[in-house]
């Protein structure tokens, strides 16, 4: 039995889609991060910190999403969606893991700032200025570095479901035609079947109540 315990549109979404490109059989167990479901001690028990994704993968239970995308590919290595140990590419996969959730901290506090704390929410703008700025840079870094139709030479991996999952959301706070590589490269993304039946499982979000968040006047 494999069930994943989601959040729609939260970093469980990386998950998801890589149980679909292995072709897994999978049960959701569907959360809100608005209606205290994740503070319960059943939860708290499988995910210390109350966080989706927690992944129960037979007799085991796994959670932070990059911690769980390397250990199904390292369970099911003949789906070669991570570089074998001591191969070329395997530091620059890991590298993408690490940058993936620089840009994830940065959405999370712009998160913060602008859609939960304060309800009206009233961020501090210089604060928000500043970590639009570094988004906006992280973007920036990976469009200049984007060669290849994937993040790594050999062809679609794990890389691009940690890295692109930001990418996605970073449409809330920054003008993604600023990245055109980027955006060819998403394109890519989406037609992809398993992204496909991945988004038709992954829910209603109720993170965002814009479809942009721009940085306040006055920062």
């Known amino acids: 039995m494999i069930r994943l315990h989601h959040v729609p549109l939260a970093r469980s979404l990386r998950v998801m889609w890589l149980l679909e490109e292995l072709g897994l059989d999978y049960q959701v167990a569907y959360y809100s991060i608005r209606d205290g479901s994740m503070r319960s001690a059943e939860f708290l028990a499988l995910s210390p910190a ?12 796994w959670f932070e999403s990059g911690a ?3 250990l199904l590919c390292e369970t099911y290595p003949e789906a070669g969606l991570m570089p074998a140990l001591g191969s070329a590419e395997r530091a620059r996969c890991l590298e993408i893991f690490g940058y993936a959730e620089t840009v994830g901290c940065l959405l999370e506090n712009l998160n913060l700032n602008q859609v939960f704390l304060r309800p009206p929410a009233q961020p501090a703008p210089v604060v928000v200025k500043l970590l639009n700025a570094r988004l906006r840079a992280s973007l920036a870094a990976m469009e200049a570095r ?3 139709e994937y993040l790594l030479p050999s062809g679609f991996s794990a890389a691009d479901v940690m890295f692109a999952y930001g990418f996605e959301l970073a449409r ?6 600023a990245y055109p590589r980027l955006m060819a490269y998403w394109a890519r ?7 496909v039946r991945a988004k038709a499982r992954d829910g209603v979000q109720d993170l965002y109540t814009q479809e942009f968040y721009p940085v306040p006047e006055g920062a």
């Open 50 to 61: 109350g966080r989706v994704p927690v992944l129960e993968h037979q007799r085991a239970v």
């Open 172 to 177: 809330y706070y920054v003008d993604l035609d």
């Open 146 to 148: 984007m060669e290849e």
């Open 189 to 195: 993304l989406r037609a992809r079947p398993a992204y």
């Open 68 to 70: 769980i995308v390397q």
